[in-house]
């Protein structure tokens, strides 16, 4: 199966600084979304970005879909961003669902 | 519409005993998918539906787990005889063809 990079797998960060979390995959996908999971479990929908780059706010998200990875830009970072944030992909047809990366965990520190 | 629901969001339970979980998605989604996340791992699928139709479970998916999606709509998810290793959140997400959106999740510790 398609298989899922992601790094770094920690990130400690004062608050303001700016981040960059990567995401490399194997094979060519129709479909990538990053996500943030919060404390109690819950993946929030971050970006939908299987090519292109798109921004909500602070964040931003780049996929390169030829060269196979995929970029998640955090600036002026806030506490409020700790957490795990997840890339997954599909390679299509929706019948093996997203596979995902093991995640990065991010600390903002106040 | 107030996004993908699941039901309980925890559940102690017995080594051995029976459980089972209620995802209802998206109205307008017709796909539909299972995963499981244990602790320091991202989510792993389970199985997949498309309207009521199953159309793929992942070998995780053992003969204790069982999943029906009647009529398209809520999907149940059930586990025999749980066992310690069955300890993990159970997650559900609906999509129409593209974004998958997941919900809460169900948290089972099996004892």
């Known amino acids: 199966g398609i298989q899922v990079e992601q790094s770094p797998p920690d990130l400690i960060l004062q608050e303001g600084a700016n981040s960059t979390l990567r995401c490399n995959f194997s094979?060519?996908?129709?479909?990538l979304q990053w996500f943030h999971q919060n404390p109690w479990g819950q993946l929030i929908n971050l970006f939908y970005i299987p090519s292109g780059t798109k921004q909500n706010g602070r964040l931003s998200a780049t996929t390169v879909a030829t060269e196979r990875y995929s970029l998640l830009y955090i600036s002026s970072s806030q506490t409020t961003d700790s957490g795990v944030y997840f890339c997954a992909v599909d390679k299509g047809g929706g019948a093996d669902g997203l596979t995902f990366g093991k995640g990065t965990h991010l600390i903002i520190q106040p | 519409d107030t996004g993908v629901s699941q039901d309980p969001r925890h559940k102690i339970t017995k080594r051995g005993q029976n459980v089972t979980f209620r995802c209802d998605p998206i109205s307008e989604h017709n796909r539909l998918y299972w995963y499981r996340q244990t602790l320091g791992q991202g989510p792993e699928f389970l199985t997949y539906?498309?309207?009521?139709?199953?159309?793929?479970k992942s070998r995780l998916l053992s003969d204790r787990f069982s999943a029906e999606r009647p009529k398209g709509s809520f999907s149940t998810l059930e586990i025999q005889r749980t066992e310690q290793g069955d300890s993990a959140m159970y997650l559900c997400?609906?999509?129409?063809?593209?974004?998958?959106?997941f919900g809460e999740g169900s948290r089972l510790t099996v004892l």
């Open positions: 094979d060519s996908v129709n479909n």
């Open positions: 997400a609906s999509s129409y063809g593209g974004e998958l959106f």
């Open positions: 539906f498309q309207n009521e139709a199953q159309l793929e």
